[in-house]
């Protein structure tokens, strides 16, 4: 397969989970704001919102006043926001248009179809429309992508590389929220523990569809343990950490199969998932959790590096 | 040459009566109620929408995904009249070939005194670089759009030829695929020949021109400009097709001797490049300097026998405007043949008297840039204004060498839906010979017509639609 | 005469590059004026392929280098024996005829400056032949751009050496091939090496001048830089439509570009017949 090919769909997987990933914690900021008291006015968080999209800054260029109304926008239509709804689903759609024939017509008509729907929803008259109503139609959005191409492409390497680009990408995504549930939200570690850190793990949960997960595979109260367990090192949860690199090693491996010859991303995948089979959450507390997602971060990161170098290239040295 | 308005030939109706040819879909077209109509026509722009067949126009801004509008009813021709193009196309294809074959090695043509040599040596369209080189089955250009109009039952003039990378074949397919889609029943009634086979023969042209180098089967490639080229569907569309990569410049790279593209499976060699990229963009360490859409050392690697690209560079200068003059006297010393399609009679402004009777009768003519393409600064003398043909006149007057000029043809006119119901609309038409080991033309084209009433201009990109074509069986 | 020449390139890179295809135009070809001895052309570290011999009888080879990589060299050695024939280029196997070179390029193209000059130049001589229309026109260039290095760049055109008044062979030779086409006479850029001085030292030793078509002689050199034609201390190499195209070498660097520095070194000696030549 052309590596061009390659990297356009690998990218366009990534932008269609960043797209998820944005709607969600908008949703999450959207509720959180309705919710009183809860964290002392729904300020910070909005703040949070868009700090863990590193966008703060050309938001508050941009737009001054951190209001709703204006987060939603930021967030959702503005093109000047690299990581909003808009301008994800519309690199997806960039990057799918590019390869259109290496799409199914299925996978093509609901990237396209999206995007199309999209548009009309910029052109409505912003009153009409809910925030949850943004959120929910992403949500589907993306489900209705995902599903299209899991059930229609052909499970060529074409589809292996679709598939490192949503883990990685989901992989980065997750690290991402709990980093900044953990290390931006509180200020201090005197929080740790204490009723408002229940309330922001609680929202760390929903921003994931994580609850009834959470439910059922823990018992008793919520505690960061727990939840560091189940969203770091539980292989059931479609978006833990592990989950998802054990995810991207699988496509790997299918590569490898199918190409007959494994190369270096294979060993920095499979070395960064026998780590996390490895690692207790009593550990990763040890080391700091700050500490640890980042470096699970950036060697996430040289995974994609290394994929990059070896496939999407098309020269490996 | 007087340009006195003659009758306009009606392709469905002779007089009152309707061509055998037209009966069916007079029929069809008589027992649709209009509300199904609008249906159809609805459903067919949804269809073009979904496959992402699209068009951009060069420089007007604007929906860069605009549909080119699509007419529901067919243009036909009879088993018979097809004949004729058929047998004149292939020959005037098999004359081109010929005459580039020839101007870029001996120049027996030019030596003959034929052609005067400073249209060919002189013309920007002649490569040097191409100079002294056979290319592989001698083929210059292995897809040859003829571009015919007809004025009369048995008159069809050919307005040019475009020898380098002739766009419109995926209209003439998906236009097929999607009437075929919706009005089964009509090809049932009528027997109408198939154009499928189109990317079939393409991938078989194309192999058929693998450079001596290549052992065993050939890998072929589509070389785009990009997503962003006005012709970047057309260019995905026949990869897919063909089952072949279709390749940016960034995907090739040199080495050696061969050229390769990047894949996820390391360097694979290629050996056929139908390009859609101009010549002066293909190589920037030959052409263009600054071009980021070639690929550096690529004329090397073609010129030493490691790669054919389809076209070759050079082809351009058969299908110039000031070259098509000669055409006929191609064919005549190349294949001793009688020109079986006639040449519009053509005025160059080149020439003194020439000019002085275009300056005359500019009212009544249509004068063209001589590289000029896709109805661009051109003039239609009877539709233009007073002041619009005096600043036509002082450029030709500025740079006579630049314009040819040729008399308003009454183009043909086929019925086209319109708000009303159907009224008659003027129609070219473009069939696409393959040259390669052997010379293959399937049994159709892409029609194109002029939306607007009157209009002679059919270029999608000044407000032209495109139709259906058929050829009917014997 | 017997010239030894050694012609060294080196590029530098500030940052390592990813890759850099070369297409390179530096054999001298045979002809009755040269003959080549010995002709070496080493680039180091790179691959090398795709020979071909081009329309003009110039042969032609692509480098290239995968990168990364932050300097490379292309060194030039060999050994040709010269003879003057007045600067007409006789037994030189080309296929390119004569009017395809009436082509203006961007740095060719005449402004109303270089058609006057042209016109001036050949006052008087409307009856002349070809060869002293010639002359006079490289006589003109010479006396219209003196010869002062640094004032000009690779990029400048015809018409801003000539509007400067300074320039080096490029701009003469450029100069020239614009007002022969302004005759209508078929000029080209012919690059090539020099033996400017007794010791070698390089005072432009990588030279350029033009080619005029003659037709009772057919293609001869004007050194309109040096107000000659070339002789014995001429080395030709290679030509095109102008500098662009009959560059020794065309290079292209893959991906960003750092800042780039070039070094060239050029030395042209006499040998004397009976002498080795130097390793």
């Known amino acids: 397969m052309l590596s061009r090919t390659a990297e356009h769909l690998y990218w366009m ?18 509720r959180n704001a309705l919710l009183p008291n809860a964290t002392g006015g729904y300020r910070n968080d909005w703040e949070a919102v868009l700090l863990a999209k590193g966008t703060l800054e050309p938001f508050l260029e941009k737009y001054r006043e951190t209001n709703q109304r204006n987060i939603e926008t930021w967030l959702f239509f503005d093109s000047d926001n690299p990581s909003s709804v808009y301008s994800c689903l519309s690199a997806a759609r960039e990057n799918a248009r590019v390869v259109r024939t290496a799409l199914t017509a299925p996978v093509w008509d609901a990237i396209n179809g999206s995007f199309q729907e999209l548009q009309q929803l910029h052109r409505t008259e912003r009153s009409k429309l809910m925030v949850t109503d943004l959120t929910e139609w992403t949500l589907r959005a993306c489900q209705l992508i995902r599903g299209a191409f899991m059930s229609t492409q052909l499970r060529n390497d074409g589809y292996d590389f679709s598939g490192i680009g949503t883990t990685i990408e989901r992989a980065d995504n997750t690290a991402r929220l709990i980093d900044v549930k953990y290390y931006v939200l509180l200020p201090t570690v005197n929080y740790v523990g204490s009723g408002l850190d229940q309330s922001q793990w609680a929202l760390l949960l929903q921003s994931m569809t994580a609850q009834r997960a959470f439910n059922w595979s823990y018992q008793g109260e919520i505690t960061a343990a727990k939840i560091a367990h189940l969203l770091i090192l539980n ?83 | 040459m007087s340009a006195t308005k003659p009758a306009i030939f009606n392709e469905m109706l002779n007089g009152e009566q309707v061509r055998s040819a037209y009966q069916n879909l007079e029929k069809w077209y008589r027992s649709m109620p209009a509300e199904l109509r609008s249906l159809k026509q609805n459903e067919a722009e949804a269809l073009f929408r979904r496959v992402g067949i699209t068009f951009a126009v060069y420089g007007e801004g604007g929906d860069p995904e605009r549909l080119i509008p699509f007419d529901m009813f067919p243009r036909v021709m009879t088993a018979e009249e097809w004949r004729k193009l058929d047998r004149g196309v292939r020959q005037r294809a098999a004359a081109l070939n010929a005459f580039l074959a020839d101007v870029y090695d001996r120049r027996e043509i030019i030596r003959a005194g034929r052609i005067p040599e400073h249209l060919v040596t002189n013309n920007e369209a002649f490569e040097k670089a191409a100079i002294g080189f056979r290319p592989p089955r001698g083929v210059f250009s292995h897809i040859v759009g003829v571009d015919l109009v007809r004025t009369g039952p048995d008159q069809f003039y050919v307005l040019e030829d475009n020898c ?12 097929r695929e999607i009437m075929m889609r919706m009005f089964p029943q009509l090809f049932m009634e009528s027997r109408i020949r198939p154009v499928d086979g189109y990317a079939g023969l393409l991938k078989k042209t194309l192999a058929s021109v693998a450079p001596q180098k290549c052992q065993g089967e050939p890998n072929i490639v589509i070389l785009t400009p990009g997503h962003f080229n006005s012709a970047y569907y057309e260019h995905s569309f026949l990869a897919d097709l063909m089952g072949v990569e279709l390749v940016e410049g960034q995907d090739l790279f040199v080495e050696g001797d061969f050229v390769w593209m990047k894949t996820t499976e390391g360097p694979r060699k290629v050996d056929v490049i139908y390009r859609r990229i101009d010549d002066a963009f293909i190589d920037p360490l030959c052409f263009r300097p600054d071009s980021m859409l070639g690929v550096p050392g690529l004329m090397s690697v073609y010129r030493s026998g490691g790669v054919t690209i389809c076209s070759a560079p050079g082809a351009g200068v058969a299908d110039d405007k000031a070259i098509y003059t000669y055409v006929p006297e191609m064919i005549r010393f190349y294949l001793g043949e009688e020109p079986i399609l006639e040449n519009v009679p053509t005025w160059q402004c080149a020439k003194e008297d020439d000019c002085k009777y275009v300056l005359e009768n500019l009212s009544e003519l249509v004068v063209k840039e001589v590289h000029g393409s896709g109805g661009y600064g051109m003039l239609v ?23 040819i000029a040729q008399p308003t043809l009454a183009l043909s006119a086929c019925p086209t839906f319109v708000e009303e119901g159907i009224a008659p609309r003027h129609v070219d038409l473009r069939p696409y010979c393959l040259v390669g080991e052997t010379i293959e033309l399937v049994p159709g084209g892409l029609t194109r017509v002029a939306l607007k009433e009157g209009s002679l201009v059919v270029n999608s990109s000044q407000g032209g639609g495109v139709k259906d074509t058929w050829v009917l069986a014997e | 005469m017997r010239l030894s020449i050694r012609h060294i390139t080196r590029y530098r890179f500030d940052e390592p590059v990813r890759g850099i295809v070369q297409s390179q135009k530096l054999w001298p070809a045979d002809c009755a004026s040269q003959r080549v001895l010995a002709w070496t052309v080493t680039s180091h570290g790179a691959q090398t392929g795709a020979e071909f011999v081009d329309g003009a009888g110039d042969m032609i080879r692509l480098a290239t280098w995968r990168g990364p990589l932050t300097e490379l060299t292309v060194e030039v050695e060999g050994e040709v024996e010269t003879a003057d024939l007045y600067g007409v280029l006789r037994e030189h196997r080309e296929r390119i005829p004569p009017s395809a070179y009436l082509r203006p390029t961007r740095q060719v193209e005449a402004d109303a400056e270089l058609k006057m000059l042209s016109a001036v130049a050949l006052k008087g001589l409307d009856g002349a032949s070809a060869l002293d229309r010639a002359h006079a026109l490289s006589r003109a260039v010479s006396e219209a751009i003196a010869y002062k290095p640094g004032e000009t760049q690779p990029h400048t055109t015809a018409s801003e050496a000539l509007s400067g008044g300074v320039g080096v062979c490029q701009d003469h030779a450029h100069a020239l091939i614009s007002v022969a086409h302004v005759a209508e006479m078929p000029a080209r850029y012919v690059t090539g090496y020099l033996q400017a001085s007794a010791d070698g030292s390089p005072h432009e030793a990588s030279h350029a001048w033009a ?61 004397q017949s009976g002498q080795q030549q130097q390793q």
């Open chain 1, 13 to 30: 997987a990534r932008y269609i989970e960043r797209t998820e990933t944005t709607a969600r914690l908008l949703e999450v900021g959207a």
């Open chain 1, 235 to 317: 292989r059931r949860f479609p978006r833990s950490l592990r989950a998802c690199v054990q995810w991207y090693c699988e496509h790997l491996d299918n590569l490898a199969e199918s190409y007959q010859t494994a190369t270096a991303a294979q060993e920095v995948a499979h070395k960064l998932l026998d780590d996390l089979r490895a690692a207790t959450v009593e550990e990763i507390f040890e080391e700091g959790l700050h500490e640890f997602l980042a470096r699970f971060m950036s060697r996430n990161a040289e995974v994609a590096t290394t994929v990059h170098e070896v496939y999407l290239s098309g020269m490996p040295t």
């Open chain 2, 164 to 175: 380098r990378t002739p766009s419109g074949v995926s209209y003439m397919l998906q236009n």
């Open chain 2, 381 to 403: 003398g009877p539709k233009s204004d007073k002041s619009t043909i005096e600043s036509f006149a002082a450029k030709i007057r500025k740079n006579p060498d630049n314009y």
């Open chain 3, 211 to 271: 080619e005029i078509w003659v037709p009772e002689l057919g293609w001869v050199g004007f050194d309109a830089a040096n107000a000659c034609c070339p002789d014995a201390r001429y080395v030709r190499l290679g030509s095109g439509y102008d500098a662009l195209d009959a560059a020794p070498i065309r290079g292209l660097v893959q991906g960003a570009t750092p800042e780039e520095h070039l070094d060239v070194e050029v030395m042209v000696t006499a040998v």
